[in-house]
Every structure is written in structure tokens, then in C-alpha cells.
């Protein structure tokens, strides 16, 4: 019998879609497992498996599954996970079934060198401690206010807004969902504020757009991409509202999924921008494929303005299926993926 691992950093994320992937997989012929990434890799893992019978994990001891399924949401992954993962990558009788981005520059870099797709990016420059100032002073010119973005990370955490008003800088900064905000009155407090964060993470500086609906919400339009055969598969599309006093729509900072119709804004525009966005979201997905490791499954964000201008706004190896959950056959994807890679008798590139 087939077997699926299903690797997390946690086995408390996800509980409701673990156990329909196992349900799932047990309709597909398959054994599942959970495990997580630590200390080195032996020729059998530890963690839980998928008991049928009673509907329930139970602690296991089991051999290397013959596909991953990578869920790992790292925040600061140890050495000995980074260790563990890297050799159960290169072990011979396993196939992950697709690898993960590397960090947001990285993909805007490929992005952005897509005539159609640049026209659809925020600007965006890379900071480090020696040109972080000037390239944050040039955009508040040319811009009024920008947004800081870490490298590494997601669901909006560590994400600064920045606006300045005659010398004195106003930020607001997502932190794990909770709002805070600070002022410097001062350019050289400010800079000491910049230094201290890229000291502890990579950032990028992006122009701020304008992406809210007819009540003042931040809103964007997160579509999720699958693999199915060798061909990349809309699976759905929703839209995910934020607070009005937040500048984030993640569910994490207390963003809601919503409606199409509750933004307020004209049918036509909006119809206009989901075609936009359909036709964006293929070429992107195929891009990134072309230009990094092949991928099963990812979530492209995308932005609306009062205009009705598209804007790509990140792309997630491993999208949450909060908008999905009505999807009938989204549980049975993977392993059909499996039977897809197993029929041409190879994996995904090491």
C-alpha cells in the first residue's frame, strides 16, 4: 500500500484538514501519516498514524512514507529541523510532492522580469543597513507612505506601514495579528528603528497602494492554485476583508472572508479584475514552476484599486484552505498527485 507523511512544525495547525486528507486517503488506497522535522533522519520516523477504524491519529513508529507532503510553517526553523529536512530531501525513496518558495525578493526578482506581470507589481527595492535610508526616504517622496515587508515569513507578521509628516515618521506594525503603533520625531531615533530590524530580518521596502473597499476595510483576492497531472488547476478563489484601523487583510490579523458583493465597489470593475487575475495567476504559476523546483499547490494574493487595476501581491507555497472548504475533491488532490508522479515513475527534481 501507498504512503503519504504529512510534515508539520506542529501537529496542532490544520486538524480539520489532516483528518480529511486522511479520510481521503484512505479512499484512494493510501496508509497517512503526520510527523515533524527534528534531529537527524533515520530510517524510520516517529509521529502518528491515521487509524481508519476508530477515525483517530495514534502515535506511530514508521518507515520513510513513499511521498511528503510538506505543511511546515517555520518562523525560525532550528538547525536541526533545517538538518532533517535537508536530508530527507535527498533520501532516494521518497518524493516530496513539491518544494517550497524561497524568500518574497527572490520571487518578485523572477516576477518582475515578465513584461505582462511587471506591469501588475508594486515597486518594490531590497534594503540593507547601507542604502535602507535613502531608498526609504525616496519612496515617502515620491509616494507618501510605503509598507516594509520581511523577506522570510507570513500571514502579515512583522509587515510596517510607514508615512512621515514634516520630521516625523508614523509607523504602524502587524505583529502576530496585534497592531502597534509608534512615532519618531526624530530621523536619527528612525534610523536606529531601521537598523535594529534588518539586525534581526531581511526586508524589502514596496510603494503602499490603495486597496480598500467602499467602507475603508483593506480587502485582497487570494486565488489557490493545484497541481492536477502535470497541468496548474484553479481550485478557488475568495476574498479576505481586514479591519478598518488595520492595513492587512490576512485571517491571522483579523481578516474575514467575505462576499465578492460586500466591497461595495461596481460589478463591471470587479468582474473585469477576476478576469485579470485568472489570466495572472496561470502565467505566474507556470513562472515560478519554470524558474524554481517544481511546486503542488500555491496561494497568489492579489489586489484591487479604486481603478479596477490588478495588483500581484505575494505568492504562498503553502496556502491555507479556509476559502475551500466546500471544495468537494480538495482532499483527494494530493493523492491523486501522487498516482500522477508514481505513474511516470519519477518525483520532483531533488
Excluded at 35 to 42: A, K, N
Amino acid at each position: 500500500m501507498a504512503t503519504l507523511g504529512i510534515m508539520q512544525t506542529s501537529f496542532r495547525h490544520e486538524k480539520r484538514y489532516m483528518r480529511e486528507l486522511a479520510r481521503a486517503g484512505t479512499t484512494c488506497g493510501f496508509m497517512v501519516f503526520r510527523f515533524q522535522p527534528s534531529g537527524h533522519l533515520r530510517s524510520t520516523l516517529q509521529g502518528l498514524h491515521y487509524d481508519h477504524g476508530h477515525d483517530r491519529w495514534r502515535k506511530a513508529t514508521f518507515e520513510v512514507p513513499n511521498f511528503i507532503y510538506d505543511r511546515c510553517f517555520h518562523t525560525a526553523p532550528t538547525e536541526q529541523s533545517l538538518t532533517f529536512i535537508k536530508e530527507l530531501k535527498q533520501y532516494s525513496n521518497t518524493v516530496f510532492l513539491g518544494y517550497g518558495l524561497p524568500g518574497k525578493w527572490a520571487v518578485h526578482s523572477v516576477l518582475k522580469n515578465d513584461s505582462d506581470l511587471n506591469e501588475h507589481l508594486p515597486l518594490t527595492f531590497q534594503l540593507n543597513h547601507r542604502t535602507a535610508m535613502k531608498v526609504i526616504r525616496s519612496l515617502l517622496d515620491e509616494k507618501a507612505e510605503l509598507l516594509l515587508k520581511p523577506i522570510t515569513g507570513s500571514q502579515g507578521n512583522g509587515l510596517v506601514h510607514i508615512t512621515q509628516r514634516d520630521d516625523v515618521f508614523h509607523l504602524i506594525i502587524n505583529h502576530k495579528g496585534d497592531i502597534h503603533r509608534h512615532n519618531y520625531d526624530t530621523t536619527r531615533s528612525f534610523h536606529t528603528f531601521i537598523e535594529n530590524l534588518l539586525s534581526k530580518k531581511e526586508y524589502m521596502a514596496q510603494e503602499m497602494l490603495h486597496l480598500r473597499d467602499q467602507n475603508g476595510r483593506p480587502f485582497d483576492r487570494r486565488v489557490v492554485m493545484k497541481k492536477q497531472a502535470d497541468l496548474w488547476k484553479e481550485l478557488g478563489r475568495g476574498t479576505r476583508v481586514g479591519l478598518p484601523h488595520s492595513f492587512v487583510s490576512n485571517l491571522h490579523s483579523g481578516g474575514v472572508i467575505k462576499p465578492y458583493a460586500d466591497l461595495g465597489l461596481s460589478k463591471d470593475l470587479l468582474a473585469r479584475a477576476d478576469e485579470k487575475i485568472s489570466e495572472l495567476s496561470l502565467r505566474a504559476a507556470r513562472l515560478l514552476e519554470l524558474h524554481f523546483p517544481p511546486k503542488f499547490e500555491l496561494g497568489l494574493d492579489f489586489g484591487i484599486d479604486q481603478t479596477g487595476h490588478v495588483w500581484l501581491l505575494e505568492a504562498n507555497s503553502k496556502p491555507g484552505h479556509s476559502i475551500l472548504q466546500n471544495k468537494q475533491d480538495l482532499h483527494l488532490l494530493p493523492f491523486q498527485y501522487c498516482r500522477y508522479l508514481q505513474s511516470q515513475k519519477k518525483g520532483v527534481n531533488k
